[in-house]
């Protein structure tokens, strides 16, 4: 059974850092894209950033500069670094998972980040 279960979330003021981290069960990350979305209240779905198997970082235009993912294949886990948080990153946060060149995808249960002061 494949699990990918998020922590990190929490409240925090503007200007201020969380990270966010997925580790995953029963599918090793060393062989599938990984990434992060995040939905606000009455909004879609967006997505936020993407590492590649090769490891290569795409970020929405939104978060560039401001978030970081990295992931540890060690540890079956990916992470997202979020610095310089506005009010407007405050969303239910999503990583997923998608093996390249197949329609084979998988959902963590999202995990709440707000920024207000």
């Known amino acids: 059974q494949v699990q990918l279960v998020e922590s990190g979330g929490g409240v925090v003021q503007p200007g201020g850092s969380l990270r966010l981290s997925c580790a995953a069960s029963?599918?090793?990350?060393?062989?599938?894209?990984v990434g992060w979305y995040r939905q606000a209240p009455g909004k879609q779905r967006e997505w936020v950033a993407s590492?590649?198997?090769?490891?290569?970082?795409n970020y929405a235009d939104s978060v560039k500069g401001r978030f970081t993912i990295s992931k540890d294949n060690a540890k079956n886990t990916v992470y997202l670094q979020m610095n310089s948080l506005k009010p407007e990153d405050t969303a239910v946060y999503y990583c997923?998972?998608?093996?390249?060149?197949?329609?084979?995808?998988?959902w963590g249960q999202g995990t709440q980040v707000t920024v207000s002061s």
């Open positions: 029963g599918i090793r990350f060393s062989i599938y894209a």
């Open positions: 997923y998972a998608v093996l390249p060149a197949t329609t084979r995808d998988y």
């Open positions: 590492i590649t198997v090769s490891t290569n970082t």
